[in-house]
């Protein structure tokens, strides 16, 4: 097993991961790949991802895994008994190269009776992890700020248009004497967003940050 790798990544305004959990397969030479991805935000999430793997697949020749975790900066991989450098690696690479995040990846392998060499087995494990890639779906994470704003019922329909149309996405709203709108919009579009709703209203209303999330818009 392969010693876990760390490294220092910047806070960011986006980033790339896994839309959900999938898995899929191929047969190289006899040998049986499955590819699983699952999106994941902390290593107690990870690894009890893979023993459930392990655990589905007890039977298998080698259960590969990598994954990649924000929180932390951490990058981890296992060769799980295949030579070193020869899958864990190229797994933990297919996630780098595609620069995805918060997620983990076991490629199982049921061994066919065909030797694949050095060179196949990088070449196959590193096809396991781009379909399970595939299968999971890549989308981008997008910080954004979660605004409030409380307006009268005659600009209420201009605002509701304003949000989507700087790029936000309406999340609650609630009327009452007076509507209050509650919205997501990415932090690079906020002073923009502002700066119309100000100029559009003529001062009259602003909005005010509640807190900030990642999400896909």
Known sequence: MASPIFFVVGESMEYRTIGCEASDEFIERKSRFIGYVKPVTTQEDAVTFINEIKSKHWDATHNVYAY???????RRYSDDGEPQG??????????????VTDCVVVATRYFGGTLLGAGGLVRAYSHTAKIALEAGGIVTMKLCKVLQCTCDYNFYGRLNSLVPEMGGAITDSDFAENVTVTFDMPVDIVPQFEAKLVDMSFGKF?????TEKYKIL
């Open 68 to 74: 990649v975790l924000r929180d932390g900066q951490v």
């Open 86 to 99: 020869t899958a864990g690696i190229p797994v933990l690479d297919v996630l780098l190269k595609e620069n």
């Open 206 to 210: 602003h909005s005010e940050e509640i």
